[in-house]
């Protein structure tokens, strides 16, 4: 895991308004660098890559042990704890854009079969808020709660190409890391490839993010700059141009039904 990079911390409000808290974006700071950790991390570890002293590392990660926030294994490393879990099934539980989509999500399931997903724009990422796995021994799984690069996604991608090009080239980092040899880490041909989204109306992830798998995704465009996509991934094996048409015009018609 490389080193990790906090979000900027905000400026500080002008006399009469609140100033931020730093025990607060500490705290924040650990959730965060925790959560996209992919396995457990020693004491050094988390204060070294977020540059704080030893010893508030230690009293921070005691204290959020303590309430259930973070685990420890016993061996002196740490992960999200299971309030960190209830927090984010809270939140998906809530959501509006979520409620309106579940029933159309299962109507879209018992038609395709395929697996379907509700994702959202997150900085440079999409996270997954919402899955229905195939109904085939043959699937593709993405959690609630999992983080793809936006422009590695079909979803990411559809979310993408509703907003302009100065917009989205400010949100991508610098370098566009590549998850397959297909992805596209070009911005000349990532800005091409959401014209062509933004002309048919859909996008399409070509083993861009997992390899023998593609993606159909469109858009939720509830007025603004569109947040949210809708999306049926399916094995290459069990795709031909007509079972294409059927998808799209069926995610179409979902889509349709969500944002009405």
Same mark, same amino acid.
């Given at each position: ?123 440079? !990422? ?40 100065? !917009? ?5 980092? !610098? ?86």
């Amino acid at each position: 895991m490389g080193p990790y990079v906090p979000a900027q911390a905000a400026e500080p409000i002008e006399a009469g308004g609140v100033r931020s808290v730093k025990s607060a974006e500490r705290t924040i700071a650990v959730l965060e660098y925790l959560s996209a950790a992919k396995e457990a991390r020693t004491l050094r570890e988390v204060t070294t890559d977020l540059g704080l002293p030893r010893a508030s590392g230690y009293a921070l990660l005691t204290t959020l042990a303590q309430t259930g926030w973070v685990e420890t294994d016993g061996t002196g490393r740490y992960r999200l704890g299971i309030r960190a879990l209830r927090a984010g099934e809270s939140y998906v539980e809530r959501d509006d854009v979520v409620k309106r989509a579940q029933p159309v999500m299962d109507a879209l399931h018992d038609d395709l079969g395929e697996t379907i997903h509700l994702a959202r724009l997150d900085g440079a !990422e999409v996270v997954y808020l919402a899955t229905h796995i195939s109904r085939h021994s043959l699937a593709v799984v993405s959690r609630p709660g999992r983080r793809l690069p936006c422009w590695t996604t079909g979803l990411g991608k559809a979310i993408l190409a509703g907003r302009p090009w100065e !917009e989205v080239d400010a949100l991508l980092p !610098e370098t566009l890391e590549a998850r397959t040899v297909h992805t596209i880490t070009d911005r000349p041909a990532l800005r091409a490839e959401l014209e062509e989204i933004r002309r048919r109306g859909h996008a399409v992830d070509e083993q861009e993010s997992t390899i023998g798998l593609r993606c159909f995704a469109v858009a939720l465009d509830f007025g603004a700059a569109p947040a949210e996509a809708l999306s049926c991934s399916i094995p290459m094996v069990r795709l031909d141009p007509q079972r294409e048409e059927v998808i799209v015009a069926a995610l179409r018609r979902a889509r349709d039904r969500i944002v009405r």
